[in-house]
Every structure is written in structure tokens, then in C-alpha cells.
């Protein structure tokens, strides 16, 4: 019997909220440090160096490294290459702080003004720089707040540092998209990702 592809979904507030396509058949299994989503794993990412090393073929961690200070993330990254396999992979998105300076600029609006419309609801200027203004408000957490922000540049570079033997970006709707890889890449990932070297 082969092993089941295995994700741990870092941040991701519920499994309601659907992973990309690509981790189709993979088992879900979620991180979260607030039990409303009920999480497989109830923890502060800071902490996963607790959690058993080498257990998952991928890390999926969209707009949650932005909520940890700037001096935490190296501590998370670590603790995202102790719990991955050999060879597996972290998939990281984060709000592009210079695309949204860039369209600040552009189209003129102040820090209050809705850059754009998401699922849930108007989002400002504000709230991708410090925070779902509306979630902190409500829950009354401050883990929901934006903590440090990131370039492509910046991102590759804490990525680069935390060990990473191989990772790359792509752009994306005011965020940047990374992949970034432990050692010598499975085939899984080299299938994934199309790598022949």
C-alpha cells in the first residue's frame, strides 16, 4: 500500500475553505492556534518544532506569515522544515506589500478606501496592512492582526535563510505565491512543481 500524500494546512482557519487543486488526494490536515475552525491541530505555529519531525509531504500557509512578528518568522519557517518530509515542499502566500503600495499610489486612495472585494466583504487599504480590521474587532484576538509584511524579494529571502535548498515565486492578485523546497525533491514535488533537475 502507498503512503497517502499528506498537507498540513498552517493558518488556515477551517477546512470549509477549499485548498488549491493541486493538493487533490491529499490528506487535509489543519493547523490553527483558534479552536473555532476546529483544527486537527490546535497550536501556535511558532510552537510546530513540538510536533513529531518529518511527518508531511507539503505545508500549505496562505496569508497566515504575515500575523507573526518579523523576528518570529525565521522560528516558523523552522518549524515548517522540521515537520516536512525530505524532499516535500511549503507553499506560502502572503500579501505583496509593494503591489499594494504600488496600486495605493495609482489610484490615489487613502488608507481607509476598499482595495478590493473578497468573499467576505470590502477589504481597505488598512486591513491588508495591519489586519482584517473587522475579524480583530469581532473576535476580540490579536493573532488576526498583521504583524510584518513582504516583497517577493523579502519573502525569498527569509525562505532562503530558514534553509530551503530550492525556492521560487510567482505573482498573484496583491500577494506573492512561494514554493520553497527541503532538499532534494521528491518525485511527488518534482512532479507538481515540473522540475527536471
Not at 470549509?16 to 492556534?33: K, Q, S, Y
Not at 476598499?114 to 467576505?120: C, E, K, M, P
Not at 489586519?131 to 484576538?141: A, D, K, P
Request: charged share 20%; aromatic share 10%.
Amino acid at each position: 500500500m502507498l503512503d497517502r500524500k499528506t498537507v498540513l494546512n498552517v493558518g488556515g482557519n477551517s477546512k470549509a475553505i477549499p485548498l488549491p487543486p493541486h493538493f487533490a488526494g491529499f490528506e487535509h490536515l489543519l493547523l490553527d492556534i483558534d479552536p473555532r475552525g476546529n483544527p486537527d491541530v490546535l497550536c501556535d505555529a511558532r510552537n510546530l518544532t513540538s510536533l513529531a519531525p518529518g511527518q508531511f509531504d507539503a505545508i500549505y500557509c496562505s496569508h497566515n506569515l504575515e500575523h507573526y512578528y518579523r523576528h518570529d518568522v525565521p522560528r516558523v519557517l523552522a518549524g515548517f522544515m522540521h515537520v516536512l518530509k525530505e524532499g516535500g515542499f511549503a507553499e506560502i502566500i502572503v500579501p505583496d506589500l509593494q503591489q499594494v503600495m504600488k496600486t495605493t499610489l495609482e489610484r490615489a486612495l487613502d488608507v481607509e478606501d476598499v482595495l478590493y472585494q473578497s468573499a467576505i466583504g470590502p477589504i481597505t487599504v488598512l486591513d491588508v496592512l495591519y489586519g482584517y480590521g473587522v475579524e480583530i474587532e469581532r473576535s476580540g484576538q490579536d493573532f488576526f492582526a498583521h504583524k510584518t509584511g513582504f516583497t517577493p524579494k523579502s519573502l525569498m529571502a527569509v525562505v532562503q535563510q530558514a534553509g530551503f535548498s530550492r525556492a521560487f515565486w510567482r505573482p498573484g492578485p496583491l500577494q506573492v505565491e512561494s514554493y520553497a523546497i527541503k532538499g532534494v525533491p521528491s518525485p511527488l514535488t518534482r512532479a507538481l512543481f515540473n522540475l527536471t533537475d
